[in-house]
């Protein structure tokens, strides 16, 4: 089950203008933390053209995305979470999800290695 919690803050965040393509996927990686072979922390800024349809992804990692641009679907347990700027998602690690954009989708996704002391449900945070 995915837990709500709807906190109304503004904030303004301004990006450089980006054209991307319908259908184009442009991931530019900001920071990774890894130990020895294995990835601890990885951030990444997303920009997804319109009518994308990412395949499912189960990730080995707990994931965080938060909306900055543009509109989207996101299917976590069969259960339908609607992308817009200030939403902000947690994933635990091992829980499958897709995501299908409406708009050009630009979102901040963290990795990072799965937190024992974390609840293992997906949790939505609207700001």
Known sequence: MVQFADMRRSFHLQLLPIQIQPRQVLNVEIVQHSYGEQAIYQQNIMSLGTDV????????????????????????????????????????????HTLQTQSQLIFLLSRCSPGLAIDESSWVINL
Not at 71 to 77: F, P, Q, R, S, T
Request: aromatic residues 4%; contains cysteine.
């Open 53 to 96: 349809q990412m395949p499912e992804i189960c990730d080995a990692q707990d994931v965080t995305i938060a909306v900055l641009e543009g509109n989207g679907n996101l299917i976590v347990n069969d259960e339908l979470v609607a992308l817009e700027p200030g939403i902000f998602v947690f994933i635990p690690a091992n829980t499958c």
